[in-house]
């Protein structure tokens, strides 16, 4: 041992930017790469492709007959086509809320227990990053892929339409479909955070994929079902008219708990300038004046007040469930 | 696996470390911060419960610049816990640490930017090649990309992987993980190295180049090191300290010699080897050495033909006797063929030293709870003063930590645990 330097100083030529840039780059470039990218693509791609046929096929028949073509482009999303007889295809925003989910979840369940798996979290943890940047990063990235993905996809959808019916989408149009993919993006984020967190809660990546799946079923196909079970034994919708109204809005309030709901009536006033009221009325007074309204369509800004509030509480829900990943992977153990 | 012996040579890295700039102000400098300081590591009181297990007890230790310090203990004594706290990837209970003069609690990033960690069970991205996991850490660790690439291409050479570098990692062998493992904690050209378990998986060529690569970083750069492992005779060959480890606490600590008198039982013995030919008569020849002033008894080996064992008489001088037998051999012009000290070897010491603290802590009279009371919060009270008042002088680099027994009162001292009690 010769004569020992001092602490050494510490190396100061070296990269700036924060830690989080790195592991989001990283990770976005591994799910594009990664096998689920290209099948989630496809199936989201099919599962567009189908209903986006009849529907065109529709909307050609109608609008043949119609002069005014105002908004009818944007009847492409929301138009649920009738295919033979009684039976009705789910919309573009149906098949969205459908699939949104799988779509966010596919992106972050084994975010983090994929890396204990591997060994790498040790690693990771030991390089001069903060704890947070690897929560941070894998978000940004999958937030980045979602993007990616929903702009394709709207695009080819738009594109299609174009060419399909020989109608260019007027600026408000386009508009309400920027709109309505932000919404949806906000949609899937919520489905990516709870990825995450079930990734950090839940050391396996087989289970967490199966809760996540669950509660993707749960929530989107039998959650108005059992929202409406619980409701009809709270507020039975009896008794007399007001009685009947005000459990109504009960029943309609613990619907609006899922974020199936929110986002389903978002999308649909969003897309539609025709419905102009996402609720129920609360009194017998608002009914009739629901029934006496003039059908109009609604100015973009007015479309967006109506839809506020289901875009504040998805944001309030994404924000709970990435915070909640966060604080139990600032707080866990590096080996668990 | 390709690695051929001698690819090791470590390079000089040019541009990499830049001289000279002044030591950037560490968190909670006092005196430990010193710059004349040349400890990396040192800890004081260091403790880590895991609800009513103590993972980590009262830990003492100082590691210095330029040395290997090698950590043993049996599964579940400590050993990991005490290395992430060194990182700051769990929080000690109490106690305070530093690593590169830094708190690695308050600073993990400047701390963990000098240190180079593999973990016990290393893992890598397995879809991703050897060269784009290390560029993936280079990039974390903020390496200037014209850096990366030759920095890579010679933490790969140093460990032999070159040839593999390209494949997925998926692909990789057990101990090839275990090299990238290394090349990976010195992609950032640490200043302190701790690895956990290095070389389990690693195959003997391999290993010896391993040890030999650590002992050149240690020397041509002035690295410190810390590992832990249960192979004993690579923590024999490369440590230059070592630290025994039994149930959280450090049973003891030094040199192998140290430890050896510390642990060994006391038998010193000095073996010779006679050139004498096949059946012929040794008797002279054992009359002679027996003789030798010092030595109390000669054993054969356990074939016929190997050397002798000569045991040294108490009090004598290990040394004193090594040179008696080396003239009475030369005045009786024996044909010698070789003699050597024997040392314990660190199995025995470590059987010993593991086996010692159960007993130890029987006999042991436990403080009462009203004799010591707030015993939870004072030593580590001291323990972070004690740190910060450590004076700038390296202290002597080699001790041995008195065993439990006969440590002074002042010792912080746990409150008795229900099962030990009789
Ligand atoms: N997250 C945890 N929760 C509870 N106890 C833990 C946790 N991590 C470790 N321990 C306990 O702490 C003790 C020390 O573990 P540690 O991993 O430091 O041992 P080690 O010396 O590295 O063992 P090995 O030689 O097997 O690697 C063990 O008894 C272990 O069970
Ligand atoms: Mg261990």
Redesign the pocket.
């Known amino acids: 041992m010769t004569a020992v330097p001092a602490q050494p100083a510490p190396r100061t030529r070296s990269v700036p930017g924060s830690g989080w840039t790195v592991v989001a780059a990283k990770e976005f470039g591994d799910h594009l790469l990664s096998a689920r990218f290209f099948v989630l693509v496809i199936v989201l791609g099919l599962a567009a492709a189908i209903p986006l046929y009849f529907a065109a096929a529709a909307i050609r028949e109608v609008a043949s007959g119609v002069t005014d073509t105002q908004a009818i482009f944007i009847a492409l999303f929301w138009l649920a086509p009738d295919v033979g007889d009684q039976f009705t295809l789910p919309s573009v925003t149906g098949f969205m809320a459908y699939v949104a989910p799988l779509l966010g979840l596919a992106f972050s369940f084994d975010s983090i227990n994929g890396e204990r798996a591997q060994g790498t979290l040790p690693r990771l943890l030991s390089q001069p990053i903060h704890r947070d940047d690897v929560v941070n990063g894998k978000f940004v990235a999958g937030l980045a892929v979602i993007g990616l993905v929903l702009v394709t996809v709207v695009t080819a959808i738009a594109a299609f339409g174009i060419i399909r019916l020989g109608i260019v989408p007027a600026p408000a149009e386009i508009l309400r479909i920027v709109l309505w993919v932000l919404l949806t993006f906000v949609y899937v984020s919520l489905w990516l955070a709870f990825g995450m967190l079930l990734s950090v809660a839940i050391l396996r990546a087989a289970t967490s994929a199966l809760v996540g799946f669950g509660a993707w079923l749960l929530l989107t196909f039998f959650g108005g079902l059992i929202v409406s079970l619980i409701g009809g034994i709270i507020a039975p919708v009896a008794g007399t008219a007001e009685e009947a109204l005000r459990n109504n809005g009960t029943q309609e309030a613990l619907r609006r708990l899922l974020p199936d709901t929110l986002y389903r009536e978002a999308s649909l006033s969003l897309l539609n300038p025709q419905v102009t009221s996402v609720s129920t009325p609360a009194t017998i007074g608002s009914y009739e004046q629901a029934q006496q309204r003039i059908p109009s369509l609604l100015s973009l800004d007015q479309s967006f007040i109506l839809v506020w509030p289901q875009v504040v509480a998805l944001v309030a829900m994404t924000v709970a469930c990435f915070a909640l990943a966060y604080v139990l992977f600032m707080r866990q ?1 590096v ?2 | 696996m390709s690695a051929s012996p001698g690819r090791i040579a470590p390079k000089k890295r040019p541009g990499r470390r830049l001289a000279a700039a002044p030591t950037a102000p560490s968190v909670g400098a006092t005196g430990i911060d010193a710059p004349s300081d040349s400890i990396r590591i040192r800890t004081r009181g260091l403790t ?1 419960r ?2 009513d ?1 103590v ?2 007890d009262h830990l003492d230790l100082d590691i210095h610049a330029g040395e290997i310090f090698g950590l043993l ?10 290395i ?1 706290m060194l990182l700051g990837l769990t929080e000690p209970t109490s106690g305070a640490a530093r690593v590169v003069g830094l708190d690695p609690s308050r600073g993990p990033l400047q701390v963990k930017r000098r240190v180079g960690y593999m973990p ?1 069970s290393v893992g890598f991205y397995g879809d991703l090649t050897g060269r784009e996991n290390l560029r993936y850490t280079a990039r974390l660790n903020r390496i200037p990309a014209e850096l990366t690439e030759t920095t890579i291409d010679e933490v790969l050479d140093q460990v032999g992987l070159t040839d593999r570098a390209d494949d997925k990692t998926d692909t990789y062998s057990r101990g090839m993980l275990q090299r990238l493992g290394i090349a990976d904690a010195l992609v950032k050209d640490p200043d302190v190295l701790i690895l ?2 290095p070389t389990t998986a690693i195959d003997p060529l391999g290993v010896t180049e391993v040890l030999e690569l650590l002992r050149r970083l240690v020397r041509e750069r002035g690295m410190a090191v810390l590992l ?1 492992s ?1 192979l004993l005779n690579q923590v024999q060959s490369v440590c230059d300290r070592i630290g025994i ?1 039994a149930s ?1 606490k450090l049973i003891g600590q030094g040199t192998m010699e140290q430890l050896a008198a510390r642990f060994g039982d006391g038998r010193r013995e000095v073996e010779v080897g006679l050139d004498l030919p096949q059946g012929a008569d040794d008797r002279h020849a054992r009359e002679v050495l027996r003789k030798v002033p010092g030595v109390e008894s000669l054993d054969d080996g356990p074939r016929p033909g190997d050397p002798w064992t000569l045991t040294v008489a108490p009090g004598s001088d290990p040394a004193a006797v090594r040179s008696a037998v080396l003239a009475a051999v030369a005045a009786e012009g024996l044909p010698l063929a070789s003699i050597r000290a024997v040392l314990p070897s660190l199995e025995d010491v470590y059987r010993r030293a593991v086996a010692r603290p159960a007993t130890a802590a029987a006999a042991r009279p436990r403080p009462s709870n009203e004799d010591t009371p707030a015993a939870e919060d004072t030593p580590a009270a001291d323990a972070r003063a004690d740190l910060d008042r450590v004076p700038a002088a390296a202290p002597p680099p080699v001790r041995v930590v008195a065993p439990d027994p006969v440590e002074p009162v002042t010792l912080p001292s746990d409150p008795p645990s229900p099962e030990e009690k009789p």
């Open positions: 153990e080996r668990a | 880590k895991y609800d297990l993972a980590v203990g049996q599964n579940g004594a400590g050993k990991t816990t005490t992430l016990d956990d378990e832990s249960h480890f959280g």
